[in-house]
């Protein structure tokens, strides 16, 4: 009979810990600086490993999708594809170690730089393939009339079949970003200080010694960031869809 | 105009074309017909290379369009090692002319060139096929064609649609392609249509902008790949009448069809393609009143 009054006291305990400390995190500058520091390293990898990804998934998806018609174009098709193969096919946490540990095993070497670097190549093979696929949706139809009017493959493709896919590759490519955002919280690995180590610390017993309202303070700027991102996609994709009919 | 000179074509081990001549000359309108899968699509689309040959050759006038077929030419073949092989073997005895003539038949009947043939022969290959080549897009320009699914470009308005490969091959500047394209489509009464995307177009209005596209570019020959397959049957009749109005213009054409009444009415020869090799060529009126091959009477009493 005691037991459910048990529960509304402890319960009780815990939303007043909460309160208490979402309170204490939000005004004291102490948290909030901590926070802030993390988020600003989260942006500053997302943002920095985005752009990569971007332009190495296009470069990438272009040298894919461009016709096989020259002996030239074999080297860099088959590097392409063991990049894609190899980055897709083993854990970011260890592309992440390799990076920091192995190829920028130096001393004083700057980690955000390590990091922007592994998470942009890591990137660049998804982005790639998202590019890829949506170009290769476009009806094979738009390239033919294309050549058949007597233009070149390179300019058939940029001119005609890239901006028919990229509406189709957007909703992709924000996917891609967002797992990004979210896929760079395992910075802490290597023992840099981003939004979730922030709340890790915060969270520990040197502080407030409990987890639940910096998590949760936490997992709020996350969603707003992909939530602002979410918009910013949904945008870009309107504008292109705008001169599908009219 | 058109040489397209023992056609093979190949998807994996579909063969397609087997062994395809065909010649168009200028001025001509060639109907192609025949059964579905013969060949006669495929055939119309060697000869701009939207397929690429597995052996033969494409002619444009006199340039090659298509790598070198050295079973084509018989100087090429003397020039090979299993030639010289073969001749040094057997020289003495026939006489030089018929030892030549004998061992090229059995090199082409039993296909014994192989993929290295000398130093010779490689150059006269090369040779041959330098002196006679024409860059594709070059030839493409001068070879308009029609697709069954219109294949108009789906990110531009028609106006664009239009002027962009003449602006961007520098056939003409933005000035002229815009002026011919609007003389274009006041010829098949679009005029308003200029600035709308071709999704809100009729199909029968589609169809005719891509002739028009393909007019913009001046070809010397059309190539209409059953245009209007794709079509509702009540606007069959408009995009014929525009064929027609082209034909009627001088154009070189040639047209996969299956509108048998069009091509007797319009055409100056009628192909019949079957299991990938040209079974029978003739005027229409022979074609039609007196076919000589059985499968083709057998395909007119079906269809006719």
Redesign the interface.
Known sequence: MRQPVLWCIMLNNLLATFFENFSEIILSGKYLKMILNGLWLTVEVSVGASIIGLILGSVVAAVKLLPNNNKWMKIPKFICGIYTTVIRGTPMALQLFIMAFVVFAIRGFPQEIVAILAFGINSGAYVSENIRAGILSVDKGQTEAGRALGLSGARTLVGIVVPQGIKNVIPAIGNELIALIKETSIVGMIGMFDLTQASKVIGSGQYLASYFAPTVVVAIFYLAIVYLLTLVIKLIERRLRAGDKR | MINVDHVYKYFGKNQVLKGADLKIEKGERVAIVGPSGSGKSTLLRCM?L?EEVTYGEVWLDDKLLTPVDPYLHYDIIEKSNTFKKLYAARADKVGEEGARAEIIRQIKQNDLLKRAEGREFSAAVKTFYKANILDI?????R???V?Q????????KVIDNLI??PT??KVMNKAEATEKAYSLLKRIDLTDKAN??P??LSGGQKQRV?II??LM?SPEVMLFDEPTSALDPEMVGEVLALIKEVADDGMTMAIVTHEMKFAREVATKVVFINDGVVAEQNTPDKFFDDPQNPRLKDFLSKVL
Not at chain 2, 137 to 141: K, M, Y
């Open positions: 701009n939207l897009n070059v030839a493409r320009q070879m308009g064609m697709f699914q219109f294949n108009l470009f789906n990110n531009m962009y490969a961007k091959l709308v995307y999704n809100s891509a596209r393909s570019m």
